[in-house]
């Protein structure tokens, strides 16, 4: 089994940064993409930024790129999102999975999920 706990959510105004954590513990992740989806309120939930873990090869949204970056620590078996130049558009509750096979971006493919941390960016 896989445990994910997300942390780093917060309020943040436009323009402003945070960086999330998602610490895993269980089975090793040597061999797991891991990504990083999001849902805002009546909306479905949606992709974000993924990392194949094994050789550290990244895929972001388009709406995210050049200001989000997702980076992991392996000795700390944790997976980060840096997010600069929040965007209120940016607000929703912020998950991280594991499990789904490289390449895949749908959260059907992911097996692995963490309890969410929310995200509010005010304009």
């Known amino acids: 089994q896989v445990q994910l706990v997300e942390s780093g959510g917060g309020l943040v105004q436009a323009g402003g940064s945070l960086r999330l954590s998602c610490a895993a513990s269980g089975r090793t992740f040597s061999t797991y993409t891991m990504a990083w989806f999001r849902q805002a309120p009546g909306k479905e939930r949606q992709f974000v930024a993924r990392?194949?873990?094994?050789?550290?090869?990244?895929y972001y949204k388009d709406s995210v790129k050049g200001r989000f970056t997702i980076s992991r620590d392996n000795a700390k078996n944790t997976m980060y999102l840096q997010m600069n130049d929040l965007k209120p558009e940016d607000t929703a509750v912020y998950y991280c999975?594991?499990?789904?096979?490289?390449?895949?971006?749908?959260?059907?493919?992911?097996?692995?999920w963490g309890q969410g941390t929310q995200v509010t960016v005010s304009s």
């Open positions: 990392m194949w873990w094994s050789v550290g090869l990244t």
């Open positions: 999975a594991a499990g789904g096979p490289p390449g895949s971006n749908l959260p059907t493919a992911f097996n692995y």
